[in-house]
């Protein structure tokens, strides 16, 4: 079975906190990785495509190891509006599109 | 920014009706998907959809939903003969070309079955 897995938290971090979030996949033939978001009762949102080198996107940086089978989120300098559920998705090696959530890390920023 | 658009926001409906979700993916995309996430749980992915047939589903989605592509722009689920587990949000999602092309998810149908 096709699993993705994730500490649900929920992280509570006072502003300015550095977080990191933790993802697990089973699938080895996964190829593509990303993080979303997910604010209550709302769409995924993409945050950031997650590629083998590393990436970063502002106060975001993202890592995967395909060895290991592990995808890690870093976020600097928290704001308030980065509340919310993150969610680690993989595809599921068959065909475009069809992508296995976690099941998230739900993140509470407080003043 | 485009985006994809779902109507209705919220769907009420018996068990045993067949209801109708619809989607407008953004326009210059091809590939279109279906997924849902019941009350608490994860988003699954039911169905992707290009070049006008299904190319992929998933074993919830049964002989009870199809997907129909009507006309240039819209993209529809049905579901023939609803059940109470068919409660859930329905998000539609849209891909440009190219594997591993991330999704643009819609904000979702609420589809409450009574």
């Known amino acids: 079975r096709k699993e993705v897995e994730q500490d649900p938290g929920p992280f509570n971090v006072p502003e300015g906190a550095t977080v990191a979030f933790n993802c697990t996949y089973s699938n080895s033939a996964s190829q593509s990785f990303f993080w979303y978001r997910q604010d209550c009762r709302k769409e995924p949102k993409l945050l950031m495509s997650v590629y083998s080198s590393g990436n970063e996107d502002g106060r975001f940086t993202a890592q995967l190891n395909r060895a290991s089978q592990y995808i890690s989120l870093l976020i600097r300098d928290s704001k308030l509006s980065d509340s919310a559920t993150y969610l680690c998705?993989?595809?599921?090696?068959?065909?475009?599109?069809?992508?296995?959530f976690g099941k998230g890390t739900k993140l509470s920023v407080k003043p | 920014e485009p985006e994809v658009t779902q109507t209705p926001s919220h769907q009420v409906t018996q068990m045993g009706q067949e209801v109708i979700l619809r989607c407008v993916p953004i326009?210059?995309?091809?590939?279109f998907y279906w997924y849902r996430q019941i009350l608490g749980q994860k988003v699954e992915f039911l169905v992707s959809?290009?070049?006008?047939?299904?190319?992929?589903k998933s074993e919830i989605f049964d002989d009870q939903f199809s997907v129909e592509r009507p006309d240039g722009s819209n993209f529809t689920l049905k579901i023939r003969s609803t059940k109470l587990e068919d409660s859930a949000m329905y998000f539609c999602a849209s891909s440009g070309q190219g594997y591993g092309s991330p999704l643009h998810f819609g904000n979702g149908t609420r589809l409450t079955v009574t």
């Open positions: 959809f290009y070049n006008n047939e299904i190319s992929e």
């Open positions: 998705v993989v595809n599921s090696g068959g065909s475009q599109g069809n992508l296995i």
């Open positions: 326009s210059n995309h091809l590939y």
